[in-house]
């Protein structure tokens, strides 16, 4: 059975910075592509970012490109994401997420995903 538990969200002013962090557990590494999705109030999940442990395949939601980096510690089973330069419209409930491999370009198709973490961007 796959299981992610996030941590590391928290309240930060624009332009600061937090890492969040994603134990996972079962065969998620081997199985499946790993990645974040967030959700603001009133609007519609949106994938941040997603990374095929296997190949390397990484997909960054534009408006995060060069201020968020995902990453993977296969010792660990943990996968992170470290998010510089929040801005205000970061602000929303991230969720660690198993997913189909094929969906990893897009950040899409996801299998399992975790309770989630607020983080809340204020100026």
């Known amino acids: 059975e796959v299981q992610l538990v996030e941590s590391g969200g928290g309240l930060v002013q624009t332009g600061g910075s937090l890492r969040l962090s994603c134990v996972t557990s079962?065969?998620?590494?081997?199985?499946?592509?790993l990645g974040w999705f967030r959700q603001a109030p009133g609007k519609d999940p949106e994938g941040v970012s997603c990374?095929?442990?296997?190949?390397?395949?990484?997909f960054y939601l534009n408006s995060v490109k060069g201020r968020f980096t995902i990453s993977v510690d296969n010792a660990k089973k943990t996968i992170y994401l470290q998010m510089n330069n929040l801005k205000l419209e970061d602000t929303a409930v991230y969720h660690c997420?198993?997913?189909?491999?094929?969906?990893?370009?897009?950040?899409?198709?996801?299998?399992?995903w975790g309770q989630g973490t607020q983080v809340t961007v204020s100026s």
């Open positions: 997420a198993a997913l189909n491999p094929v969906g990893t370009k897009q950040c899409a198709f996801y299998v399992v």
């Open positions: 079962g065969r998620t590494l081997e199985d499946y592509s």
């Open positions: 990374i095929n442990p296997t190949d390397g395949t990484i």
